[in-house]
């Protein structure tokens, strides 16, 4: 079965970096987008990255441009997320997402606290 496992979240002061990682097992990933989503207190979940397969192109959401990078290791069927310049707005819980022949699965999830 599909599974996605996140890691790497933590505790981080404001400017600080963290990478976030997503080991996905249960479906060839390489076939597949990945995406990287958020959730903070009391807000809706957001798109923040999203990586194609082969080509490795990638979109974000506005506020994460320039400071966020998502990549992928289709070897080790692993997809990450780099944060850089992390600000307090920026503390949600992290979750990966892959749609899978119409499917959508999601991670546990990895908590990212900025503080100020």
């Known amino acids: 079965q599909v599974e996605l496992v996140e890691s790497g979240g933590g505790l981080v002061q404001a400017g600080g970096s963290l990478r976030l990682s997503c080991a996905a097992s249960?479906?060839?990933?390489?076939?597949?987008?990945m995406s990287w989503y958020r959730q903070a207190p009391g807000k809706e979940r957001e798109l923040v990255a999203v990586i194609t397969t082969t080509s490795g192109s990638a979109n974000y959401v506005n506020s994460v441009k320039g400071r966020f990078t998502i990549f992928r290791d289709n070897a080790k069927n692993t997809v990450y997320l780099h944060m850089n310049s992390l600000k307090p707005e920026d503390t949600a819980v992290y979750y990966c997402?892959?749609?899978?022949?119409?499917?959508?699965?999601w991670g546990q999830g990895t908590q990212v606290i900025v503080s100020s």
């Open positions: 249960g479906f060839t990933f390489s076939m597949y987008a």
């Open positions: 997402q892959a749609a899978v022949t119409g499917v959508v699965y």
